[in-house]
C-alpha cells in the first residue's frame, strides 16, 4: 500500500461535464455518485502522501450517507480499508451501497449521525493508531477539494465567468469549494444561491439568528442536506453581498427530481432536486435580477446515491397535485416559496 509521490498517486474523483446554457455540473457522474468524491478523496489523497509510503492507513467515516459512501469509494480505489459507522435509521439501501463498494466494516449504532460519530471516535477510531477520521463536511482538505470543480469550470466555460451558480447546502462543504475556487479564479462576485430545504435550513437559520445556530430535528425528505448544524466557514461565506440563501419546500425538491428525469433523463435525489427547483417557473429570474437570454447561470447537480425510481414515483404521487398555483405552466407542480433573506 501507499505511494511514493503526488504524480504516481491517482486522483479518486474525476472531471465531470458542464451541459449549458443553463449549464449542469454534473457531480452525479463521480465515482461514488455525488460531489463528496472531490472534498473527501483530496483528503484522503493528502493524508496518504503525508505518510511514509506504506503506512498502513485505515480511514474511518460516520456518515451513512453520500460522504461515507465518498469514503470508501476513494479509499478502495487507492487500495486501503474503510469503515463506517453509521446511525440506525440509515436506509438499508445506502448500507448495501456502502458494502457494494468495498467497505471493510459498517457498523450501525446510535439514533442520530452525532451519536454514531461519537461512537466512531471514542470506541472505534481511538484503538487504530493508523486510523484516519474523515469528516463529512468541515475540512480545509474537503473545501479545496471542492474547489477543484471551478477550476474545471473555467476551462470548460472558456474563461468567461458565469452570471450565478446554484448549489444545495447541507453542511456546507461544497459551498465552502465554491465560494474558495470562485476566489481564486478571481470570480467573487459571481452570484451564489445557496439552496436549502424546509426542514433542513442550518445556514438559513443562522443567518436569521447572526450567529451559527443548531437545528433541533431534521425533518426533510432531503437527508443528505441534514446537517443540524452548518461549518463555521460556510457561515462567514454566506454573508458575502453576492450570496442569497434560499429556502424551497420538500415538494419543490420532489418537482426538481421529477422535472430533471423527465426533461433530462438523469436521476438525482432530493438534496439534488431543490436546485434544480430553482430553474423552473420563473424562480431563477426572481432570485437573480438581471438575468437575460445570454446570461450563463451554472446549477451544480450534486448527485447522491439515495434514490431509486420507486422513490422517484412515489415523492411524484405525494407532492404532485400539492401547492398548485393558477397561471403556472403545469398545475402539478408545486408552488414557488423562498424564504425571506
Known amino acids: 500500500m501507499g505511494s511514493t509521490g503526488e504524480k ?57 450517507g453520500n460522504a461515507g459512501l465518498a469514503c470508501v469509494t476513494a479509499a478502495t480505489s487507492l487500495c486501503y480499508p474503510s469503515t463506517v459507522c453509521v446511525p440506525l435509521s440509515t436506509s438499508p439501501l445506502m448500507i448495501a451501497k456502502i458494502r457494494s463498494v468495498g467497505a471493510t466494516n459498517v457498523i450501525q449504532v446510535g439514533a442520530s449521525w452525532h451519536e454514531a460519530d461519537l461512537h466512531l471516535r471514542e470506541n472505534v477510531l481511538a484503538k487504530d493508531a493508523n486510523g484516519v477520521y ?9 473545501w479545496a477539494g471542492a474547489a477543484g470543480m471551478v477550476e474545471e469550470m473555467e476551462r470548460q466555460l472558456e474563461y468567461q465567468a458565469p452570471d450565478a451558480i446554484v448549489c444545495s447546502v447541507g453542511g456546507g462543504g461544497l ?15 459571481v452570484r451564489i444561491l445557496a439552496v436549502e430545504t424546509e426542514g433542513a435550513e442550518s445556514l438559513h437559520a443562522s443567518l436569521h439568528a447572526g450567529e451559527v445556530v443548531t437545528l433541533g430535528q431534521i425533518s426533510s425528505i432531503a437527508t443528505s442536506l441534514g446537517a443540524s ?3 463555521d466557514r460556510a457561515f ?18 420532489a418537482m426538481g427530481m421529477w422535472r430533471l428525469a423527465d426533461d433530462e433523463r438523469v436521476l438525482v435525489e432530493a438534496a439534488c432536486g431543490v436546485s434544480v427547483a430553482v430553474c423552473y417557473d420563473g424562480r431563477l429570474r426572481k432570485l437573480v435580477k438581471g438575468l437575460t437570454p445570454e446570461s450563463r447561470v ?31 405552466m403545469n398545475e402539478m407542480v408545486p408552488s414557488t416559496w423562498t424564504a425571506p433573506r
Open 134 to 142: 474523515v469528516p463529512p463536511f468541515d475540512h480545509a482538505d474537503i
Open 175 to 189: 459551498f465552502c469549494g465554491i465560494c474558495q475556487g470562485l476566489d481564486t479564479a478571481g470570480w467573487g462576485g
Open 8 to 64: 504516481e498517486l491517482p486522483k479518486p474523483w474525476i472531471e465531470t461535464p458542464l451541459v449549458d446554457r443553463i449549464f449542469l455540473k454534473l457531480e452525479n457522474l463521480q465515482p461514488s455518485g455525488s460531489f463528496k468524491s472531490r472534498g473527501i478523496g483530496n483528503l484522503i489523497r493528502n493524508a496518504i502522501l503525508a505518510r511514509p509510503a506504506g503506512t498502513p492507513l485505515h480511514f474511518y467515516s460516520s456518515s451513512g
Open 298 to 328: 451554472v446549477i451544480v447537480l450534486c448527485g447522491g446515491s439515495n434514490v431509486t425510481l420507486e422513490i422517484l414515483a412515489g415523492y411524484r404521487e405525494k407532492y404532485g397535485s400539492k401547492g398548485a398555483v393558477a397561471g403556472t
Open 229 to 231: 448544524r452548518v461549518a
Open 236 to 253: 462567514e461565506y454566506a454573508q458575502r453581498h453576492c450570496v442569497t440563501s434560499v429556502v424551497l419546500s420538500d415538494a419543490e425538491a
